[in-house]
């Protein structure tokens, strides 16, 4: 009696000893190790904002009709895009040691334009009644005054003028005039680069378009549905199976083609199965013909070079002959 | 007596329980130890080519080399039947000698494969033909692959000189077989009714020429009414009926000696012979009163079995390629439709039931199909049917199309073709398909064709 209550003691310990251990997962099932799938960014849009986005405006400016033409006039010649492309080359770059435009004798002419904030008018008087005391404009042109050389941009000029009340610039000062890079908002243009376009690839020759972000197991770039499409294409129309021979529609060729970067066989293609009778030895060669015949595959993506410097292929001509 | 391999159930106590879970547990931590892996990464996924594009293959044949100077002529002929050979058949495409780079002059080198890609060429035939001191040929050939530039086939052969054709024949067979993957056909003869003379006095003739039409020759006289010559699987003699002063009757010929005998005596009728696939047997039908009924004579023993016997006619019978099953058309149904049966006889199965009515059912060489001819409409068309009454369809129709037979490959017809009139029949040969086909020459009109097997197999 003693003796079976001490197994069956020590039993029961055993026992939930071990259910202990599963509990803790050191036994436990191992779960299924799916690779992880490849995130993908793509921006939620909410239906609200959908809406909003493509909502009307009650305030939104009427579309302009256009105005019905009674008479229509001569054509006038219009200029050459050859002679725009000319025009724009003229364009002088800001690094070019060129010295501002002159002063146009206009200046004394009232203008309503937006310009005339800048140009020196014959509203000056008015304007400077309204100027009030300012330390920084003080500032500057305390430094113009000591250095009267740097004055290349009409802005500054303009203000110098306000300030001075002058009507006429100083010609000789245009020309002492060194060109400095200052920012000029008005000038942006004059300060792209007019060369012409250097048009090498930016990144290496083998850039990853995947849009991994960093799965421990993510797949190589794969082939798109076109490119696949494009090449099975392709493919069938070099492939010319020998039509009628006994059991040829039962006849599958598996091979496997590497591919170089420049779209031609690296090798032999490698085929998978064995001529066990001449109907599948025709149907191999007729195979490698088409894959040796169809050469450079000229849809595949460079970029994708991993993708396909390998394809296994499967010639089934089931279909075809009517299965 | 407890076995530890074969331990009952009802055995199983709590410390053996107990015992197993402890060992379980502990095999648990090895296996946990054992696995979890890397990963395989997965293959990259199989791209399925299904639709191709089927078209005569480019196949170029430069005349082949002779020996000598004098031989260049026969090696010019021998050229020209192995290129007529693979254009007939419709899956090659002889390219034009004119658009040659290349000049064949020696036929033991590497072709040049970029000259021969540049005039899309796919394969390309050399050969060379020389005559030997004993006054024979020796024929010999090269089958390349231009695209894949690798070495396809090659044979040599030596023959007397009068046999030149022949060996033009095998050659082309060998190039159909190593680039289609079937057996050819060339190297074959056709047996045919040679009719000449006005229609009110046709004169019909025994006849057998090559499978191109070339080397005709008569068999018989024309004195005697000839119809439905067979060959025998040797293709050494020829099974025909013969319609003279008595009653038709089926007759045997050898070929080569014209040795003439009758087949089986019988009283009546004697018609439709074809021999069974082993040789040794002729099946026939024999008329009994309004009737007839098909039989088998055994062609060492003479023995004659009786395989049908029903209130009907039964005729046109034809063994399968394995001898085990013989198809023959009945009207015993109402109208004239094919029936299968075993080849010892007893119940036949139908297996055409389309309109109209079938007639000369001949099992294909394949066993695959069954071609017939089915009137209806006022059209004889000719037509291939399974077996197992699948996959009927019409291959060519016309006002009077008939008596379809096989090649030995089994994937071309050919059948003859009369317009009627005061015209005669023609021999016609088309692929299963329906396609390619094509008028068969012969020395005058020609009808109740039969395409012998391969003479260099058999």
Redesign the interface.
């Given at each position: 009696m003693k003796t079976g209550l001490t197994?069956s003691t020590v039993?029961h310990a055993?026992?939930l000893a071990?259910a202990a251990?599963l509990a803790s997962g050191?036994?436990a099932a191992?779960p299924l190790?799916a690779?992880p799938t490849e995130s993908m960014p793509i921006d939620i849009v909410s239906a609200t904002e959908f809406s909003q986005l493509r909502a009307g405006k009650l305030d939104a400016p009427k579309p302009q009709q256009p105005k019905q033409v009674e008479k229509i006039a001569d054509p006038k010649p219009q200029p050459s895009s050859a002679q725009k492309v000319v025009d724009k080359r003229e364009i002088v770059s800001a690094f070019a040691p060129t010295p501002p435009p002159p002063p146009e004798p206009k200046v004394v002419e009232p203008k309503r334009t937006a310009e005339a904030k800048v140009e020196p008018k014959s509203k000056a008087p008015e304007k400077e009644a309204e100027h009030k005391p300012d330390p920084i404009a003080e500032a500057l042109k305390r430094d113009e005054a000591k250095k009267p050389d740097t004055k290349p941009e009409p802005k500054n000029e303009a203000k110098n003028q306000l300030t001075k009340q002058e009507t006429k610039p100083e010609p000789k000062q245009v020309e002492m005039t060194k060109p400095q890079p200052k920012f000029d908002a008005s000038r942006i243009a004059a300060l792209l680069d007019k060369r012409e376009t250097q048009r090498h690839a930016t990144t290496g020759d083998t850039i990853n378009l995947t849009a991994a972000l960093g799965t421990r197991?993510g797949?190589s770039p794969?082939l798109s549905a076109s490119e696949?499409d494009a090449?099975?294409h392709k493919?069938?129309?070099?492939?010319?199976?020998?039509?009628?021979?006994?059991n040829?529609d039962r006849v599958r060729v598996?091979m496997t083609i590497r591919l170089k970067p420049d779209r031609t066989l690296a090798a032999?293609p490698e085929v998978e199965i064995s001529a066990r009778?001449?109907?599948?030895?025709?149907?191999i060669?007729a195979?490698?013909?088409?894959i040796?015949?169809c050469q450079p595959y000229a849809m595949f993506s460079l970029q994708r070079y991993d993708?396909w410097k390998?394809?296994?292929?499967?010639?089934?001509?089931?279909?075809?002959f009517g299965g | 007596m407890n076995d530890h391999n074969t331990l009952p159930l009802s055995m199983l106590s709590r410390r053996r329980l107990l015992a197993g879970a402890a060992g379980l547990s502990a095999a648990g931590v090895v296996l946990a130890g054992l696995g979890g892996g890397p990963r395989k990464s997965a293959a990259a996924p199989r791209v399925t080519i299904t639709e191709g594009n089927v078209q005569p293959i480019p196949i170029a044949l430069p005349d082949f080399v002779g020996g000598q100077p004098a031989d260049n002529e026969l090696a010019r002929s021998v050229t020209q039947v192995i290129t007529a050979d693979l254009r007939r058949c419709g899956l090659f495409a002889p390219i034009d000698p004119a658009a040659f780079i290349d000049k064949i002059t020696n036929t033991d080198t590497v072709p040049n494969y970029p000259n021969w890609r540049a005039i899309n060429a796919q394969a390309l035939v050399v050969g060379r033909l020389r005559r030997q001191g004993d006054g024979r040929l020796q024929t010999e050939f090269r089958l390349w692959d231009v695209v894949a530039g690798q070495y396809l086939a090659g044979q040599q052969f030596v023959t007397t000189a009068d046999s030149w054709r022949r060996i033009a024949h095998i050659i082309a067979d060998l190039i159909y077989e190593r680039l289609t993957g079937d057996t050819g056909y060339f190297d074959t003869r056709i047996a045919f009714v040679d009719e000449t003379g006005p229609p009110e006095r046709r004169v019909k003739r025994l006849a057998i020429m090559d499978q191109d039409g070339a080397g005709a020759r008569y068999l018989t006289h024309g004195q005697d009414l000839v119809l439905t010559p067979r060959f025998s699987p040797s293709s050494q003699e020829l099974v025909y009926m013969s319609y003279g002063q008595g009653d038709p009757k089926v007759y045997l010929l050898k070929v080569e000696t014209l040795d003439r005998e009758i087949v089986g005596n019988f009283p009546g009728m004697s018609f439709s012979p074809r021999f069974s696939p082993d040789n040794r047997r002729v099946v026939m039908s024999l008329q009994q009163g309004g009737n007839s009924n098909i039989f088998v004579m055994d062609l060492q023993s003479k023995a004659t079995t009786r395989l049908t016997d029903t209130a009907a006619i039964d005729t046109a019978p034809c063994y399968s390629p394995n001898g085990d099953r013989i198809c023959f058309e009945s009207d015993r149904g109402g109208s004239q439709q094919i029936y299968v049966m075993a080849a010892s006889g007893g119940p036949a199965e139908r297996i055409t039931f389309g309109e109209g009515s079938y007639s000369t059912p001949v099992w294909s060489p394949r066993g695959d199909f069954i071609a017939f001819t089915r009137i209806g409409q006022g059209q004889f068309a000719i037509g291939v049917i399974k077996p197992d009454k699948s996959g009927e369809r019409i291959i060519t129709e016309g006002y009077h199309n008939e008596g379809p037979t096989w090649a030995p490959n089994g994937r071309v017809l050919m059948f003859f073709r009369d317009p009627g009139g005061n015209g005669g029949p023609s021999l016609f040969s088309v692929d299963i398909a329906g396609r390619n086909e094509q008028r068969v020459p012969t020395p005058s009109f020609a009808s109740d064709p039969a395409w012998s097997p391969l003479l260099s197999s058999s």
């Open positions: 197994i039993g055993a026992l071990w251990l050191l036994f191992r190790d690779p197991t797949d794969q696949i090449f099975r493919v069938g129309t070099c492939w010319n199976p020998p039509a009628g021979a006994t040829a598996l032999p009778d001449a109907a599948t030895q025709a149907m060669d195979a490698v013909r088409a040796i015949q993708a390998e394809i296994p292929l499967d010639f089934n001509p089931t279909e075809m | -």
